[in-house]
């Protein structure tokens, strides 16, 4: 996942119609306040150089304000891998556009101004997966949601989805002993995983999980399996462990449903 430190060290670009200079945003260490860099002209890019990542593929994101009264914002609003989104997407109650979000992992959106957008988010969009609210403001969970610097989040970051609704998961059942299982395991909107996948030391299969928002993985047997996953997989974002028992952190873990995780989410991410 690109980190909010990778994400607030990138550079914003802001212009000055009255002077025809560009002027950038860049954070300073404690994240939290902003200094003002004049640089040449010529570097238009958004994001530093080290945070854009071209294995990553391309998203499509529609955004609409929402018809309420007051839902438009005359504020400006970033997002990693892009820059300021267009104006016209929310200067006017029920706006619509789309944009094209290249480079990065994540959906991250920052506020610039204190004029509130209340909006929607479709496309290729998955789970809010972090946000910060401003002191004493209101989270409003998804969708709508809303984003300023005053009154509610300044700052939200979503997981992305293919753009059919399908992801690549890899498993590898761990090399050591008893690392196999002749248990039962299921994926929430996939199914029983194979047997094939687990039942000796070593075993590797790869699934395609589609319509889900995370992966959610079931143990249904106490038969502990061992095993690493990759492809469009990321960060564990939840996990149970049964009564007494331990949790593995990181690869390889474990799972059944008498010593260790009966139940682990994970969120996806897609690469090329």
Not at 143 to 150: A, E, G, I, K, S
């Amino acid at each position: 996942m690109m980190t909010k430190q990778a994400i607030l060290a990138a550079f914003i670009k802001i212009s000055s119609h009255a002077s025809g200079e560009s002027w950038y945003l860049r954070s300073t260490k404690d994240k939290k306040e902003f200094q003002h860099l004049k640089l040449d002209k010529s570097i238009s890019r958004v994001l530093a150089e080290e945070d854009c990542n071209p294995s990553y593929k391309c998203h499509q994101v529609h955004f609409q304000t929402a018809s309420d009264n007051e839902s438009q914002s005359q504020s400006s609003f970033t997002v990693a891998g892009y820059g300021r989104i267009p104006k016209y997407c929310h200067d006017a109650i029920g706006a619509e556009c789309d944009i094209e979000v290249c480079g990065v992992e994540t959906l991250a959106m920052n506020a610039l101004g204190a004029d509130a957008w209340k909006f929607y988010m479709t496309g290729d969009i998955g789970d809010m997966i972090d946000h910060e609210t401003v002191a004493g403001g209101t989270h409003m969970p998804p969708f709508p949601t809303m984003l300023d610097t005053d009154q509610f989040d300044s700052y939200q970051e979503y997981s992305f989805k293919d753009a059919n609704g399908c992801y690549q998961i890899q498993f590898t059942t761990a090399s050591e002993e008893n690392s196999e299982s002749q248990g039962e395991f299921s994926i929430d909107g996939y199914g029983f995983i194979p047997k094939s996948c687990h039942n000796k030391r070593g075993a590797k299969c790869t699934i395609q999980v589609c319509d889900a928002d995370s992966l959610k993985i079931r143990a249904l047997d106490d038969d502990g399996w061992r095993f690493t996953i990759t492809g469009d997989v990321g960060t564990l974002i939840d996990f149970l462990t049964v009564p007494t028992g331990e949790h593995t952190a990181g690869f390889p873990t474990w799972m059944d449903t008498d010593q260790f995780d009966y139940y682990q989410r994970y969120e996806f991410v897609l690469h090329n």
